[in-house]
Structure formats: C-alpha cells, structure tokens
T-cell receptor, first 114, second 110 residues
Framework: DAGITQSPRHKVTETGTPVTLRCHQTENHRYMYWYRQDPGHGLRLIHYSYGVKDTDKGEVSDGYSVSRSKTEDFLLTLESATSSQTSVYFC?????????????FGPGTRLTVT | GQNIDQPTEMTATEGAIVQINCTYQTSGFNGLFWYQQHAGEAPTFLSYNVLDGLEEKGRFSSFLSRSKGYSYLLLKELQMKDSASYLCAVREGNDYKLSFGAGTTVTVRA
C-alpha cells in the first residue's frame, strides 16, 4: 500500500462543467503527478509538482490546471470538461532519497464526459 | 523528449518465458523502469536499471544496454496471474518525472 488515494473513483459529468479530482498521499512524498491513460497512448503526464505551490506542465496540460497547497494533496481541475477528456486519471507520488527514485500510483479515477 | 517503443501485445503459454523489449531515444538518460499493470488497476513498480546489465528479481529480470538504447523485461515460469500490461518508462537527466511507453499487453494461456 503506497498510501495514495484518489477521489472520486468514478465520475460522469457533462460537457462544459468544471471537474476537480483529488489525490491524497500519507507518505510525505515531495513529488506528485497527474497522468491520463488512454488506449494506445499509455500514461501521459498532465502536470506535476515538485513541492508545495511548485507545479509545472506535462505533455498534455491544455484544459487542465493543478494546485498543491499542502504536501499531501494535489488537485487536478478540468476547467470546462470536454468529451476528449474522458479517460482514466492516475495520480502518482515519489521521493528521491539517496539517489533512489520510484513513483507510486493511486488507484485511478475513471472520468466520463458526456 | 523521449521516443519509447515496445510491442503492443504478446501471448505466451503458462510455464514458458516471455521477453518484452523496449527501445528508447533520449538525451541524458538517467534510468529505466518497468511497471506492471493489471486490467483496471494501478501500475506497480517491477524493476529499475540505470547501469548496463541484468537485474534479477525472482521470476522477473530486466536488462539494460545504454549504448543501444535498449531494455528488456524477462518473465520466467509464466503464471496466469502474469497476464497484464507491462510499461517501460525512462527518466531523463535530473528531472523527477518519467516518460512512459504505450505498454505491452501480455496474455498467458493455459
């Protein structure tokens, strides 16, 4: 158990509505990530954080924003959901201790935009 | 950025061996990871290579050749529970992030 939870686990929403997904970790990891996973594309990085209030864009950041106001929480917001954002979203967290680096994943959120 | 290639699907028989290849193109290579992901579940860490050679962990081994931009994951004594997707991921430079390949779905048949 990597101590990472995501909420909600499933969500159906309508096009044009804002949606916020939450990732919570209990292991005091410094780095946190949001990915989306779609068939044929694998995991693609949306945004990541390297500390409280320090975030940066990944390869598919358009239409998404993030916030990290405390170490344990990383929020992903879809400002105005579109059908192309239907996907499975995974949160991950990592530390870099003594040169070791490994990402631990949350259970995922399945989002459907109708 | 990275270009990471791995086969889409592989099928093997229970008890056999399967080798999943991963090739990558990157500047400033700083480690290659393999993850296992069962359908509907989160990826879980399997192995990490940063130096050339073979890392063995039970039935699973991972090999890296940095000069060739090549890695493989070897699954021995296949079991039905090994049916899953296997993801290759590369870390570049001092970035604390990974780039993932599209994954290889392995189906183990009785």
């Amino acid at each position: 158990d990597a101590g990472i939870t995501q909420s909600p686990r499933h969500k159906v929403t309508e096009t044009g509505t804002p949606v916020t997904l939450r990732c919570h970790q209990t292991e005091n990891h410094r780095y946190m990530y949001w990915y989306r996973q779609d068939p044929g594309h694998g995991l693609r990085l949306i945004h990541y954080s390297y500390g409280v209030k320090d975030t940066d864009k990944g390869e598919v950041s358009d239409g998404y924003s993030v916030s990290r106001s405390k170490t344990e929480d990383f929020l992903l917001t879809l400002e105005s959901a579109t059908s192309s954002q239907t996907s499975v979203y995974f949160c991950a967290a990592a530390s870099a201790l003594e040169g070791a680096y490994e990402q631990y994943f949350g259970p995922g959120t399945r989002l459907t935009v109708t | 950025g990275q270009n990471i290639d791995q086969p889409t699907e592989m099928t093997a028989t229970e008890g056999a061996i399967v080798q999943i290849n991963c090739t990558y193109q990157t500047s400033g290579f700083n480690g290659l990871f393999w993850y296992q992901q069962h359908a509907g579940e989160a990826p879980t860490f399997l192995s990490y290579n940063v130096l050339d050679g073979l890392e063995e962990k039970g039935r699973f081994s991972s090999f890296l050749s940095r000069s060739k931009g090549y890695s493989y994951l070897l699954l021995k004594e296949l079991q039905m529970k090994d049916s899953a997707s296997y993801l290759c991921a590369v870390r570049e430079g001092n970035d604390y992030k990974l780039s993932f390949g599209a994954g290889t779905t392995v189906t183990v048949r009785a």
